[in-house]
Each structure stands twice: as C-alpha cells, then as structure tokens.
C-alpha cells in the first residue's frame, strides 16, 4: 500500500469510526430527552453505555475481518493503530501497538453481535436507525478486508458472514428479549467488556416514587418558545403528510389561544385532548404523536409530552383481575404526556365476548376522564376499524373527538423518504437507480392494499438494498470511497418484488413528471434527469429534479 493508498485509507476509515461514536452518542443523547421513560436508571450512565457500545462494535468488526486469514500484515497494523487512537486517544506503535491489539482480540471473544446493536433494536424509536449502524459495520469490514489492496477468499467468506450476523442482531426473531449486556468499565484500554444490566419494561417510569409522580422542573418561557418552534419545524420537515401538518398546527394554535386566554384570566374552552390517528401501517403515525407530545410539553398544557408507546399486550392481561392494575400501572407512567395506543381497535373483540379487552378499555376510560388535564390519549390504528371501535363506545365517542387521518404516500414522496435515508447513512444515488425505485414504488403502490407498507416499506427495500450492495463490495477488489457510498441500480432490491419481475417494469415505458417550483407546471422529463439540475421547459428555471411523479405510458 503505498503513501497515497495509505492516507485515502486512513482518512475513510476515520470517518466510519467517527460516524460510529457519532451515531451511538445522538441515538443515547436522544433516548435520554426524549424517552427518559424507556430508560431506567440515570440518563448519563446511558449514555456512557452507548458510549462503551460503540467502541465495543468497532472492536468486534475489526477483530472478525482481521481473524479471517490468520495473519496479521502490516496495513492491518495501522488500521488498528488509527482505531486506537480512536477509542483510547493513544498513538501506540511496535511491541505498545501488539500488546494493545492482543488485548482488543481477547476483548472481542466477550463481545456479541446482539449486545453491540442491542439499543436499536430494544427501543423503538432507535429502530431507524438499524440500517445506520448496519453500514458503518460493512464500511469498516470492506476497509478492514481490503487496506493491503487485495481479497483473499477467506476474507471474502468473512465478510459474507459478518453480514448475515450483524443482520440476524439486528433484525432477531423475537426482539423483546434482546437486552443492553455491556455497561461501562473504569479500567482505561478495556472499557468495553461484558457485563449484563436489566433495561426497564416500556411501561415503566422514572417519574414514579413512593406513588407519586414527581412534577418536572419549571422551564422558561424562552425555552418554552425554543421547545415550541423546534417541534413545529421537525413536523414541516416530514415528507408528505400535508393534511395531517394542518390539523396538528390547527390543534397548537387553539391550544396556544387557550392558554393566552387562561393567562390573561379569561374563560376558556373545555377540551380533550385525546384524539385518534386513523390510516395504514407506515404513515408516520408514532412520529406525528411524538411531535405532538414534544407541542403539548412546550405549551404547558402538559408538564413533560413524553410519549408512551403501547398495544393491547401493554393493556391486556392474561388472566382474571390483572387488567385493571396493568392498565392503571401503564396510564400512571403516561401522566404528564401521552398514551399511545397502536392498533387500539384490538382492544375489543368484534364478537363482543373479550371480557380482559372491555375491562381494558373501562378502566382506560376511567383514566381519560379522571386524568383528562394531565394525560393525552391518542388511538391508533386502520381508519375503518377506529371509526367503528370508537362509534360503538359512547364513552370513546365523548372523549376522542379530534380525528387525523393518515393518507398513503405517493411514489414520489417514497422516493424521497427514501433518499432521506440515504442521506443520513452518507450514500448517493444515482439516474438509473432512482428510476428503478420509483417504477417498484409506483408498482406496489398501484397493487396496494390496507397493509400497503408505506415507510416502513422504504426501510426494507433501503436495508435490503444496502444488503445487496454490501454483497457486491465483499467480492470487489480495490475499494473507491465512491464504491462505498453509492447504491447503484443493480443494488436496488425489493423485498415483496422479485428481481425478473422489477426488470420487466423498468423495461416498459412510463412517463414521468415534477412540478416546477416557480410556474407550478407539470414538465415531461426523462429517466436520466432524476437527480439532476434541469430547465423548466416553460418558465425557463434551472432547480434540481429528485423524483418525479410516475404513470404507465
């Protein structure tokens, strides 16, 4: 490897190590302010897990690539050298250098897959971030294999086989009993080692103590303001959505209204704050009730607007006189924020005969009245079913009388969720594979039902197209920083739409259009013109083309 080679090698992998305990140290930094009720214990020690977990993942990619053909060759060395640096802030060279890579090596033979990506996969709200942490593995595994210019087949396998590991971590069977294992170690040069710490069950809440739920520190009404616009400008950055944008900034102004009449000591309205989310799976109903949450807590009208996420197994007991308590126990650790039921038209049995399910939904009733001022409940689920659940109950009619509905995304809007993802996970994506994506977008679109996927069908096909690319690297020789950040069309993969069958789509013809930013019109353009700067035939404005709306010819 010469100089050149060396320092374009360096510089790569610093930046995946780089994005690595960037990644980490945003996804428990977040946790923490966001979630705290997800979490137990104090916030920092999560952070500093998250910390030790990401120094623990860099060690366990490094040591299985290296491990592989059994030597240890003198690229490799400053690979581990530059690492080290790294973690430990250490320049070791020589006899310091292998007694510091012989300790990383036994470290790695206490490190597991499951444990390093186990905060991603616990946590839902870290789920987006699974196909984050799945490319800088196979960033640094592809660096790692091929820093002396060359793949010998043993590595080649390794690779293969990092991949299916890291994916089964990430992606388990039964996700609920993956469990956070590594805690942070004092002894400096072995800070990641194995050590098994209990994460609290979702409907727990640090809030609580001796029965009473503490009350957050006042904040100001600077920061209150802060809160506020931070919110609303994360609600106008979500792609599509434009109905439900509208009736959430509805919802704050006759909020924000309602507190200026009640500061100004004038009457004001009664309301409910619960409300229902009705659409398919996939539309951004979590993340809507989030911002919310984060709207509520900024405006006073709820203390904290932490989100608790549930389902009727959060509710529902298994057996006689346990639902009650369960459902109470999980209204409790909502107070002061929201209750999030997803696919709440579960609760009761069409059939009428689930007596744990009205036992639920008596009790949580009970709540919303009780608690109306001090806790949000919002149901979710397929717009039919709410409608029907919430008519049969007078009791749900009276309280949920605020409805948002959740439209499918368009093709278009696919694509750019999309190329969001890709964006945070540093690839590029170029003509032919955006025209690609957006005929297998526009196809499944078009043949969608009500478990249409919607954005967590972008989130298959990106992840299943970062598989495919990973695949096409670990068998490439020479590696280009462009070889690793570009999704080429050949890596494009649905999982729901076989290969032969998406080529006969992009195959025949289909029109595409975008509207013009500055005349409003619909221009024609080609395949070739997705991704790039083009003229407005009309109006003669140059603007940047993402994705287009599509129709068959």
Request: with cysteine; charged share 25%.
């Amino acid at each position: 490897m010469n100089d050149l080679d060396d320092t374009r090698l360096i510089g790569m992998l610093r930046r995946v190590v780089r994005d690595c305990g960037k990644l980490y140290k945003q996804c428990g930094t977040w946790m923490v302010r966001r979630f705290p009720t997800l979490l137990e214990g104090d916030g920092e020690n999560f952070v500093e897990l998250m910390d030790d977990l990401h120094r623990g993942l860099l060690i366990k990619v490094y040591v299985t690539v290296v491990r592989a053909d059994n030597r240890w060759s003198a690229p490799e060395k400053k690979v581990a050298a530059a690492m080290i640096e790294h973690l430990w802030d250490q320049q070791l060279r020589g006899n310091e250098l292998r007694e510091a890579a012989t300790e990383l090596f036994q470290q790695a033979d206490l490190l597991k897959w499951e444990a390093l990506v186990a905060p991603f996969v616990r946590y839902e709200p870290l789920a987006d971030s699974k196909s984050h942490v799945e490319t800088i593995v196979m960033r640094l595994a592809n660096l790692v294999a091929k820093c002396d210019g060359q793949l010998l087949d043993e590595e080649s396998v390794a690779l293969h086989t990092l991949q299916r590991e890291i994916d089964m971590a990430l992606y388990p069977a039964d996700p609920q009993s993956v469990l956070a294992p590594l805690a942070p170690s004092e002894k400096k040069g072995n800070r990641a080692t194995a050590k098994k710490s209990d994460t609290a069950k979702q409907s727990k809440t640090k809030q609580q103590k001796d029965g009473k739920v503490e009350q957050p520190e006042p904040v100001s009404e600077a920061e209150r303001e802060q809160r506020l616009a931070a919110a609303m400008k994360e609600l106008d950055e979500l792609i599509g959505l434009d109905s439900v944008k509208d009736r959430v900034k509805s919802y704050t102004n006759f909020l924000r209204l309602q507190g200026q009449r009640r500061a100004a000591g004038l009457s004001t309205m009664p309301m409910s704050l619960h409300m229902s989310f009705v659409g398919n799976p996939g539309t951004g109903k979590t993340t809507v009730a989030r911002i919310v949450g984060q709207i509520l807590g900024a405006l006073g009208t709820l203390n904290s607007g932490h989100v608790v996420e549930t389902d009727r197994s959060g509710l529902v007991a298994e057996y006689a006189g346990q639902t009650a308590p369960k459902t109470n126990e999980l209204c409790d650790s909502a107070l002061n924020g929201i209750l999030f039921i997803d696919e709440a038209y579960s609760l009761v049995d069409a059939s009428g005969d689930d007596a744990y399910g009205r036992e639920a939904v008596q009790c949580l009733l009970k709540r919303m009245e009780d608690d109306r001022e001090s806790v949000a409940v919002i149901l979710a689920g397929y717009s039919n079913e709410m409608k029907q659940l919430i008519r049969s109950n007078p009791g749900l009619s009276s309280r949920v009388n605020t409805t948002i509905e959740f439209d499918d995304y368009t093709p278009l809007q696919l694509g750019q969720i999309f190329e969001h993802l890709c964006v945070q996970n540093e690839y590029a994506i170029p003509s032919d594979a955006r025209y690609r994506l957006l005929v297998g977008f526009h196809h499944l679109y078009q043949e969608r039902d009500r478990h249409f996927g919607n954005g967590r069908l972008v989130r298959n096909v990106f992840e299943e197209s970062v598989r495919c690319l990973a695949d096409r690297l670990a068998d490439a020789g020479q590696l280009t920083e462009s070889l690793l950040t570009t999704l080429l069309a050949i890596d494009i993969s649905f999982p729901d739409l076989d290969k032969e069958k998406l080529d006969a789509l992009v195959s025949a013809e289909h029109v595409l259009r975008f509207k013009c930013e500055s005349c409003a019109a619909m221009v024609r353009i080609q395949p070739e013109s997705l991704g790039r700067r083009i003229k407005c035939g009309k109006c003669s404005q140059v603007q940047h083309v993402g994705w287009a709306d599509i129709s068959t010819a």
